[in-house]
């Protein structure tokens, strides 16, 4: 029989304004095996924690059952002070009575009856809980850093700092991400690629950094500390390491017009082309769907005018398999789609676009050359509407819930850079809300009203209908003026709802990593976990996460770094001991824990059993501790039972249903 | 079979919610303070394909009236296939609940991500709704085992 001790915590009034909690410990001394209850503030304090270790020590306790906030929460704080007093800290087990009782229920007799009864089942299952040992795993130190924006070259800088090997897969022909679309930054108006390319570089010459450019990841498995990834580097059809870069071949292609995705489709692009100018590496990539040697069989001018020999057409993809320790994900953003909102005139007029293509025009390297003209006729505009929110914060399924953050002050930085270089144009922004929290963020909103005479309606545009003319007539409301307003424009901008890539749907379930109902991928805790995913090993940086600006992003992705180099400074890592373990007398072998094991941790041997004195050989089933990660799938599968996972054993669960249908 | 009269009825519900979507579900609706009902009662285990079939019956059996379990979306099992395992298994098993005259809406498989806090309360509101009408199981219970 167990020696049980119980602790209630009150955590403040969390728990004790809803929750009886002195009862809750009197009721504890009325189970089996409870020798020791009672109740204090905080728990998890230092002082709660001394209560735990005297308890220990003094009524000999071989069992803690602590009534407090979720396991997810402080059952490592908890099973640290059992071991600590000498206790085996899995023979811990929480009830959870805050998240799932005194935060949801209001009535005090309920909660504190419900409290009782979570309380009896973990009281029922520390009952039967049996002291673990955890094993070691080691660590290959080396990460992988999935996407090359701005948020996977910082994180890929700083672990590569600190001395580990780095690998950075990037699925574009080159790294630089969003950061290299952008022709300034708010809100220092710094030039964008002249603070990126620097980092681009230093990503390339760095010794401990590998690029896989124009690569994917194909398949992930292992777990933290030791995962094997498949990359799969796509056809280049250019020998990386002959190529010099000297932009011949692009020069003679005779393909030159399929839309350029770096110009956001505003250019085109010859068919063997890299993205930009400062592209890393500056090794251009074949677009075999645009390439007329392969599809007509003829041309072949590249390789002819390449005097490094480096074109080869009959470069295939390759699958690199290597080892990591941590992986980081920052895959980024793109803008949503608008074809839901037609009332805007995207698809209709050419003079309506996103704001990330007017960043394309206004750059020096864009489809314009920096000038800021209409793509309809060429003309310069006077007459420049914003429209603030489109697709974000959005009440219906057209659009986001979130609000994408950025585009407040990006838009005031487009009116601004455009006040300034075009005096004589009209600007006005329709916005819901101007938000401006940031450093010096509100002093440059303010900037862009006051010194620029940018005109800011508060209100939503309804319509954007275009005119026989050319122009644009914008339909909208002043909220604060309570009127209508019909405008004329030249050129409207959309800042369009941004969203996470959308391949990190796919690459989320590869590392079988949490990713929310927005894609976004989900932190292990909002507050004191927020670049680690719930999944050991894998980290966020970036917009994967959560919308942020550039700022935001780089800090993040130095947090992420700093959390993938603290694995990887380990040697050994403790691997849960919540594992599943096959009962040789009543395994036949057959096969089926094998076969729904995603881990492959389970083999067959032939061994000898002693069952009621007949010695026989019978193939077994046989549990690899190191690789078997505790889900349960086997425990489920076998049909003569003998399968069981320690720390949620059958009994184990069959006793907390028994205790709650009490 | 004893009837109870003039006393309000309260189902018996138990929540087998995986550790990693579910549980943490609860856990954010929960922290957001969204409400639903006590009579829902949670047992944390590590994937939804933890769920022997024999865990539901025997909650039946001990009385209780409705079962929930939970797991992360399908294709978001963070033991990549568990939860396919799961929905099979409970396919199976309520199929043949369903021949034994439990209702078939004593039992139920909800997909909900640790960002779902509100699902997880409105999906607990619907099945507690749910068993309130459809009143005490009688059906498989073992009156033995009452207040045991």
Redesign the interface.
């Known amino acids: 029989m167990q020696r049980i001790g119980v602790f209630v915590c009150h955590c403040g009034t969390n728990i004790a304004a809803t929750v009886d909690v002195k009862k809750v410990a009197e009721m504890a001394l009325h189970e089996p095996g409870v020798v020791h209850a009672e109740d204090y503030a905080y728990m998890c304090s230092e002082a709660g924690q001394e209560l735990i270790h005297k308890a220990i020590k003094e009524k000999h306790l071989t069992g803690l059952v602590v009534c407090s906030c979720s396991p997810r929460m402080h059952e490592t704080t908890f099973r640290n002070a059992a071991e600590k007093a000498g206790l085996n800290p899995y023979m811990v087990e929480i009830a959870n009575i805050r998240e799932h009782c005194s935060w949801i229920h209001k009535d005090i007799e309920e909660a504190t009856e419900k409290a009782v009864i979570l309380m009896r089942a973990a009281i029922a299952k520390v009952n039967l809980d049996a002291p673990l040992k955890p094993g070691e795993s080691h660590v290959t130190k080396r990460a992988l850093v999935i996407g090359g924006g701005i948020a996977g070259i910082q994180t890929a800088l700083d672990i590569a700092e600190a001395g580990y090997p780095v690998d950075i897969v990037e699925k574009t022909p080159s790294i630089g991400g969003r950061m290299s679309q952008l022709d300034k930054t708010f809100p220092t108006l710094d030039c964008s690629s002249c603070i990126l390319t620097p980092k681009m570089g230093e990503v390339n010459a760095h010794p401990n950094i590998n690029i896989y450019t124009y690569s994917e990841v194909e398949s992930v498995s292992g777990f933290v500390g030791d995962f094997t990834v498949e990359i799969r580097r796509k056809a280049r059809s250019v020998d990386m390491d002959k190529c010099t870069g000297c932009g011949v071949c692009q020069d003679k292609c005779p393909s030159k017009k399929t839309p350029s995705e770096f110009n956001r489709g505003l250019g085109t692009r010859s068919a063997i082309y890299t993205p930009f100018a400062q592209a890393v590496p500056n090794v251009p990539v074949i677009d075999r769907d645009a390439c007329i040697k392969f599809k007509t069989g003829k041309c072949g001018i590249c390789s002819k005018v390449c005097l490094a020999g480096a074109i080869d057409y009959d470069q295939t993809d390759e699958i690199v398999t290597e080892k990591y320790g941590a992986i980081v994900v920052a895959t980024g953003f793109d803008m949503i789609k608008l074809d839901k909102y037609d009332e805007y005139a995207y698809s209709q007029s050419k003079d309506v676009i996103t704001s990330l293509e007017l960043e394309r025009i206004m750059n020096a390297a864009g489809p314009t050359g920096g000038h800021l003209e209409r793509l309809s006729d060429g003309k310069a505009p006077k007459e420049i509407v914003f429209i603030q929110c489109v697709g974000s914060r959005c009440a219906d399924d057209r659009g986001k819930s979130y609000c994408s953050k950025v585009c407040c002050m990006y838009t005031a930085k487009h009116a601004m850079l455009i006040r300034d270089k075009y005096p004589d144009v009209n600007v006005t922004v329709f916005y819901i809300d101007v938000r401006t929290p940031g450093k010096n963020f509100d002093e440059f909103y303010r900037r862009a009203v006051e010194e620029y005479g940018v005109n800011y309606i508060k209100g939503q545009v309804g319509k954007v209908i275009p005119q026989p003319d050319g122009k644009l007539l914008v339909q909208g409301a002043d909220l604060l003026d309570n009127k209508q307003i019909l405008k004329e424009a030249d050129m409207v901008v959309l800042a369009a709802a941004i969203e996470p890539n959308p391949d990190v749907r796919k690459i989320a379930t590869m590392l079988t990593a949490s990713i929310d109902t927005n894609n976004f991928l989900t932190e292990a805790h909002a507050k004191l976990r927020p670049v680690e995913s719930p999944t050991a090993g894998i980290f966020l940086s970036g917009v994967c996460q959560g919308p942020k600006d550039i700022p935001e992003t780089v800090s993040q992705a130095g947090a992420a770094a700093v959390k993938a180099i603290g694995l990887l400074a380990k040697d050994k890592l403790l691997t849960n001991p919540c594992t599943a373990q096959s009962d040789e007398l009543l395994c036949n072998g057959c096969s089926q824990c094998a076969n729904v094991c995603p881990y492959g941790a389970i083999t067959y041997e032939n061994k000898e059993v002693n069952d009621h004195g007949i010695r026989e050989i019978r193939r077994l089933a046989v549990v690899n501790d190191a690789l078997c990660q505790g889900c349960g799938a086997c425990t489920v599968t076998c049909p003569s039972g003998a399968m069981d996972l320690q720390g949620f054993s059958n009994r184990q669960i069959l006793a907390e249903v028994d205790a709650i249908c009490r | 079979m004893s009837i109870e009269k003039n006393e309000e009825f309260r189902p ?1 519900i ?1 929540a087998f919610c995986c ?3 579910s ?2 579900g ?2 954010l ?3 957001s ?4 009902s ?1 009579d829902v ?7 939804s ?7 539901i019956l ?2 039946f059996e ?3 009236d409705g079962v929930i379990m939970c797991g ?1 979306h399908p ?8 939860n396919y ?1 799961a929905r099979r ?1 409970m396919t199976l098993l309520f199929s043949m609940l369903d021949y034994i005259g439990v209702e078939s809406g004593r039992t139920r498989v909800e997909w909900v ?4 806090g509100a699902k997880f ?1 409105e999906t607990m509101h619907e099945f507690v709704d749910k068993i309130t009408s459809l009143g005490k199981n009688v059906r498989l219970e073992d009156l033995r085992c009452r207040n ?1």
Do not use: Q
Request: glycine share 8%.
């Open positions: 018996k138990v550790n990693w979507c549980y943490a609860a856990d609706a929960g922290s303070r969204m409400t639903y006590a009662k949670i047992i944390r285990v590590p994937c394909c933890r769920v022997n079939p024999m865990f025997r909650a001990r009385g209780a992360c294709g978001d099992c963070h033991y990549t296939s568990g395992y298994r991500s640790a960002a779902e309360s045991l």
